[in-house]
Antibody, heavy 117, light 109 residues
């Protein structure tokens, strides 16, 4: 069955960096575009970034563009989110998700990133 | 960018009630709407995709309808485990991105 497992969250100071990983299994990862979605404490869901199946194109939400980089390793079936210049407002649970058109989608369990001094 | 407006944002109901949550899009989006249920500390759980297709394993008391710019999620006979927050979502084709509704919290009356 499809599994997405995030890791790499933790506590980091403002201005710091962190790399999140999402290990995928149960489907052909190299054929699937992938998203990162976040949820700040007590708030709704917010899309963060998307990468095409072959990594050829990447798209970002305005507030993270230039600070975050989405990438993937199709040999390792792993998605990444490199986060630089972190701000307190980036504090959230970060989810990776595979969301195809017109078909069921799949989410990981999330990893918590806390940006605090 | 397409906006999704959910209403109500908060709903108080009793076990056994029929409840309906609405999601309005800022422009027509065919039937590309997904509904999720989320409980505290958990990832969103897929309930309905393509506006009205029930995900495998989801109880049939959940149903979705709509097309164009107005969509709804109905729970027919609310159960104790249904008290949660519900979100609608649209997958934008270009640039590829996700738009979420603001959420509807369903609480016990």
């Amino acid at each position: 069955q499809v599994q997405l497992v995030e890791s790499g969250g933790g506590v980091v100071q403002p201005g710091g960096s962190l790399r999140l990983s999402c290990a995928a299994s149960g489907f052909t990862f190299s054929n699937s575009g992938m998203h990162w979605v976040r949820q700040s404490p007590g708030k709704g869901l917010e899309w963060v970034a998307f990468i095409r199946s072959d990594g050829s194109s990447r798209f970002y939400e305005d507030s993270v563009r230039g600070r975050f980089t989405i990438s993937r390793d199709n040999f390792k079936d792993t998605l990444y989110l490199h986060m630089n210049s972190l701000r307190t407002e980036d504090t959230a649970v970060y989810y990776c998700a595979m969301i195809p058109y017109g078909d069921p989608d799949y989410w990981g369990q999330g990893t918590l990133v806390t940006v605090s001094s | 960018d397409i906006q999704l407006t959910q209403s109500p944002s908060f709903l108080s109901a009793s076990v056994g009630d029929r409840v309906t949550i609405t999601c309005r899009a800022s422009q027509g989006i065919s039937t590309y709407v997904t509904w999720y249920q989320q409980k505290p500390g958990k990832a969103p759980k897929l309930l309905i995709y393509a506006a009205s297709t029930l995900q495998n394993g989801v109880p049939p008391r959940f149903s979705g309808s709509g097309s164009g710019a107005e969509f709804s999620l109905t729970i027919s006979g609310l159960q104790p485990e249904d008290f949660a927050t519900y979100y609608c979502q649209h997958l934008n084709s270009y640039p590829p991105s996700l738009t979420f509704g603001g959420g509807t919290k369903v609480e016990i009356k």
